[in-house]
């Protein structure tokens, strides 16, 4: 018999519970009990799951009674006789739960970061000091001058970066800084990557996404469209639920020394959405190398995921 929460009972609880909250359309939103950090405790109305974004790694996560008893300092079985209808429970203090427990966009975006303002060191493209930036960009790296529009790049001619922006609905959340001489790579501190996607606007009215490692990969994808980038070849659930939450394809672009995650994500998201591999094209390193009508061509060359990525794997 399944275990199921009484939305009504729950409401009631955590109103009457004495503990301050705020609330999105489908979560009650809390201070964490255990990394006391405000608004990274979500509690789903309607389910009843509940996750701490900032601790979820250690486990904090799983059924909305472990979180109030904490919370409010109510003991389990007090809140477990309040809160179902017949008392059937797991042995275990949390209980994992799958994708689009959290339903609402703004669930996992709005209110876990803040949004932030552009640095005053940073300079836009109608800029003469943009003319490095330009120069890097353009001539070195294969972009446009309507993609340093489009993608909204700034310029820090103090660290010689160039600024790439996390954007959701148009506010600003973070940004990634890249050297337009060496390796260097800087995120804004605080800018916790792993929850939000590099150009996720780009989502919005697409029919797939391509999840990509970093910015100029993703540009590079522009003509596909719904091309993102995970800031890196690590890709958290948070990143993989946005995705979720938008498009039923996912097109899987990540550079080729990325087989592991590669797999991880393809078996993740194989059961509930149709899951395609875009392979570099042989004499290129990664798609930041492609022109965009070659990556346009990787993408409607793609292979579905047929439960192995070998073929993504790169010849020696």
Not at 77 to 86: A, D, G
Not at 197 to 213: P, V
């Amino acid at each position: 018999m399944k275990t199921e929460i009484n939305s009504d009972a729950l409401r009631d609880v955590v109103v009457n519970g004495g503990a301050s909250f705020r609330e999105s359309s489908s979560s009650f939103i809390f201070t964490c009990p255990r990394c006391r950090k405000s608004k990274k405790l979500y509690l789903h109305k309607q389910t009843g799951a509940f996750i701490c974004f900032y601790c979820a790694d250690t486990g904090f996560k799983g059924r909305a009674e472990y979180a109030l008893t904490e919370i409010l300092g109510i003991p389990l079985q007090e809140l477990r006789e309040k809160l179902y209808s017949f008392h059937e429970y797991a042995n275990t203090d949390t209980v994992s739960f799958g994708f689009h427990v959290f339903d609402s966009e703004d669930d996992l975006v709005a209110n876990i970061l803040p949004i932030v303002e552009w640095s005053n060191k940073f300079v836009s493209s109608d800029s003469w000091e943009f003319e490095r930036a330009r120069k890097y960009l353009i001539e070195r790296r294969g972009l446009k001058e309507e993609h340093i529009k489009t993608y909204n790049i700034k310029f820090n001619p103090v660290w010689n970066t160039v600024v790439f922006p996390v954007t959701y609905n148009g506010e600003l959340y973070g940004w990634q800084e890249r050297s337009i001489y060496d390796d260097f790579r800087y995120t804004l501190k605080g800018f916790k990557k792993d929850k939000m996607l590099m150009f996720q606007d780009r989502l919005i009215g697409s029919k797939h996404a391509i999840l990509t490692e970093g910015p100029l990969d993703a540009i590079k994808c522009n003509l596909a469209g719904g091309n993102v980038c995970a800031m890196g070849k690590g890709v958290s659930d948070v990143q993989l639920e946005i995705i979720q939450n938008h498009v039923k394809k996912l097109y899987v672009a990540l550079d080729p020394d990325a087989n592991v995650e590669t797999e991880m994500i393809c078996r993740k998201m194989n059961a509930t959405m149709e899951v395609y591999l875009m392979e570099v094209p042989k004499h290129r390193k990664d798609f930041g190398e492609c022109t965009e009508e070659e990556a346009l061509n990787q993408f409607r060359e793609a292979k579905r995921y047929n439960g192995q990525v070998f073929f993504y794997f790169k010849g020696f």
